[in-house]
């Protein structure tokens, strides 16, 4: 509205500057002086102005009349298209000039704009390839989805805007939920340019997400192959698709030469701490038990794991204790002091029933990395060498409220998963999971921490390197012990 005020106030100035110069030159004296053919003609100097302008206009038909007929020339002598390429030269020129608008309105988010300088393009141009790409982009910006769809389907037809038009229609099903057809249209879509970053990337993602293993490792290897894919970064998500498409063929009773695939995840990445222990376990089943400890002692010292303990310990599961014990140390030779080994070892030693080991394996673990795990172990320990119940409900109480320790945490989302999938359920991201601690939660659990040794009494004193919980939780037991007896005193007079 601003801007048709602004033509209608310059439109009014324009005029009344012509009509103040038109005064002016009738007010004024002299003129021109012309002789032609004997004959002078005086000419105001107003109508010097008139005859200026009208000899221009003169000069701009006498030049294309001569243009026309140099093209009739031409036509004459067997260009057959001459005439039409004199008569479309102008057309085009306009046209170009309303295409060029409809691009800058495009990108200025002016959709109805766009679609109304596309509407004149086309209509000057015949060039739909041009126009129904600018056509196809302002519906979707003005939200008229069926009028995008149309024109993405007729950009179907030429092979110049074919990618176009299924990548559009690729969105539009992927904004529809319609995954299965967007599947369709994505694989389409990477034959035709399987160098396009972002097709290749919602294929791959599609592919994991309807666990067509197999297809995902094709396109991965084709993005490394056409260069969109660090080497690195290809071998680390082609062991995650190799032991995803693993862990499905093992679901359908698959044979043994098929379950190897494990082992072939694991030599990709060995540090994946699921295909190693999922290899191991297929060494284990056939009865090489060499391989798997190899295998589970490389994974260790990568990143020690839970997992890689449990299938370090089905390599000999009927052994004892003692012995479970002296094997275990070799796996944990190369990590003594990770959390997950001390952990890994006081565990151990509480099977063992050799709970002075087992405080002394758990070290001050408690204190510098207080987890529900630790201090659920440092429970075990107190209660084996005969400590109270109120000592063990005490340290208990502390690991309800303890952090869980490392878990698979999306790194994307941080989404926290109980278990290691290949992509992550919140997001979808493909492999995209760590085994980290997760980021601290703030919010209060349904019993505060300060009324849990209340309930369930406060550790005591301890031997050795431990030290004892907080004073002033042993104090705020003994208020409310104090306030107990006074209330149950009360009780009793007012009964008598």
Known sequence: MLWSLTKILLFVAAIAGLTLGAGYLMESDGGILLTVGGVEYNLSPLMSVIALCVLTVVLWVVLKLASLLVATLKFINGDETALSRYFDR?????????LTEGMMALASGEGRAAMDKARKAERLLRRPELTNLITAQAAEITGDRRKAEEVYKRLLKDDQTRFVGVRGLMKQKLEDGKTDTA?????????????????????????????????????????????TLPRDVHRRRDAVLALSEAKSLLSEDSSISEREDFIEANRLSPDLIPAAAM????????????????????????????????????????????????????????????????????????AAEDFPAARKA?????????????????????????????????????????????QWVCDNCHNIHGEWV?????????????????????????????????????PEPMTGDIVPLDESMNESVDVETNEVEASETREEETAK
């Open 90 to 98: 102008s057309r085009e020129r306009r046209g170009f000039q309303a």
């Open 183 to 227: 599947l369709k249209l994505a694989e389409t879509a990477f034959a035709l340019k399987p160098r396009h970053v972002e097709t290749s990337d919602i294929l791959l993602k599609l592919q994991a997400d309807s666990e067509d293993w197999k297809g995902a490792r094709t396109t991965l290897n084709a993005k490394l192959k056409h260069g």
């Open 279 to 350: 290899a191991a376990r297929s060494y284990i089943a056939k009865s090489k038990p060499r391989f798997a400890m190899r295998i589970l002692k490389k994974a260790w010292e990568a990143q020690p794991h839970p997992d890689l303990a449990a299938a370090y310990a089905e390599i000999e599961p009927n052994e004892s204790p003692q012995d479970r014990i002296k094997r275990f140390q070799v796996l944990v030779k190369p990590t003594p002091d990770h959390p997950e080994t001390k952990m890994l070892m006081a565990e151990l030693q509480i």
């Open 362 to 406: 758990l070290g001050d673990l408690w204190e510098t990395d207080p987890t529900a795990r630790s201090l659920t172990i440092l429970a075990a320990i107190e209660k084996g060498e005969g400590a109270g119940d109120d000592i063990v409900k005490g340290w208990l109480a502390r690991a309800v409220n303890a952090p869980r320790g490392p």
């Open 422 to 458: 290949p992509v992550c359920g919140n997001c979808g991201t493909l492999d995209s999971l760590s085994w980290t601690a997760p980021p601290a939660d703030d919010s209060v659990g349904p019993v505060s921490m300060e009324m849990l040794p209340m309930i369930v009494g406060a």
